[in-house]
Nanobody, 121 residues
Framework: QVQLVESGGGLVQAGGSLRLSCAASGRTFSTMAWFRQAPGKEREFVASVNWNRSTYYADSVKGRFTISRNSAKNTMSLQMNSLKPEDTAVYYC?????????????????WGQGTQVTVSS
């Protein structure tokens, strides 16, 4: 059974940092990504990392967030620095196979349950 489990969310002040982790089990994936969904908004792409560790970021987080993966442990992380109140959302881990950049919600086949990130001003 495939599972993606996120951890590391919490409450932080603006300008602070958080590190999210995603542990995958049941299979490995060539592409893993983070999405987020703020209250009343659609789920949006944040960042992805491929099998060759190439990364892709949404413009809104470039220079502040860093995605990485440990293929041996089948895990993925998102280091979030210089957090802003507008980063407040539920963050989801997602995964699929494929060798391209995928940014659409419908392009990912596996999802975690999400972890809440709240940034206070």
């Amino acid at each position: 059974q495939v599972q993606l489990v996120e951890s590391g969310g919490g409450l932080v002040q603006a300008g602070g940092s958080l590190r999210l982790s995603c542990a995958a089990s049941g299979r490995t994936f060539s592409t893993m990504a983070w999405f987020r969904q703020a209250p009343g908004k659609e789920r949006e792409f944040v960042a992805s990392v491929n099998w060759n560790r190439s990364t892709y970021y949404a413009d809104s987080v470039k220079g502040r967030f860093t995605i990485s993966r440990n293929s041996a442990k089948n895990t993925m992380s998102l280091q979030m620095n210089s957090l802003k109140p507008e980063d407040t959302a539920v963050y989801y881990c997602a995964a699929r196979n494929g060798k391209h950049y995928y940014t659409g919600v419908n392009e990912y086949h596996y999802w975690g349950q999400g972890t809440q990130v709240t940034v206070s001003s």
